[in-house]
């Protein structure tokens, strides 16, 4: 991440310190309106001061550890019904059937080449020859 994406413009070149110590409206797209609010709200006047709000640490811990976290046997279960249910609804792998004994052709019929033999304009020839 390059820092100048995420600080406004009068904040560009300023050190890590400088800038924990700057108000929270030097953060890009947090207004001075922005800023009032979070200081009426939670007491927060600068950015290591909102870095260091509970709130903020509870929602970057439960985000990080939601990326990380396995579903429940419930969610699981679930899962593999729908799975289950989407199967029988789409079986993909059941071709179509014309009779109960023929489920599939195993090996495809002769084909003459459309590209060298248009609707086997060279058989009819030799035919008539």
Do not use: C
């Not at 820092?3 to 800038?19: C, H, M, N, Q, W």
């Not at 979070?38 to 260091?52: D, G, I, W, Y």
């Not at 985000?63 to 579903?71: G, I, K, R, S, V």
């Not at 071709?95 to 060298?116: M, Q, Y």
């Amino acid at each position: 991440m390059n820092i100048d994406t995420v600080v406004d413009k009068e904040y560009l070149g300023l050190s890590f310190r400088a800038l924990a110590d700057a108000p929270t409206s030097a953060l890009r797209g947090l207004s001075a309106k922005d800023a009032k609010a979070l200081a009426q709200a939670f007491n927060v006047h600068t950015v290591r001061e909102l870095a260091n709000l509970d709130f903020v640490k509870w929602a970057s811990a439960i985000t990080t550890l939601a990326e990380h976290e396995q579903a429940t046997p419930e969610e699981q279960a679930k899962e593999t019904l729908l799975d289950g249910g989407l199967e029988m609804t789409f079986p993909a792998s059941d071709p179509v059937s014309v009779d109960a004994g023929i489920t599939r052709i195993e090996v495809a019929p002769d084909k003459v080449d459309a590209h060298d033999d248009h609707q086997h304009a060279g058989k009819m020839e030799e035919a008539a020859h």
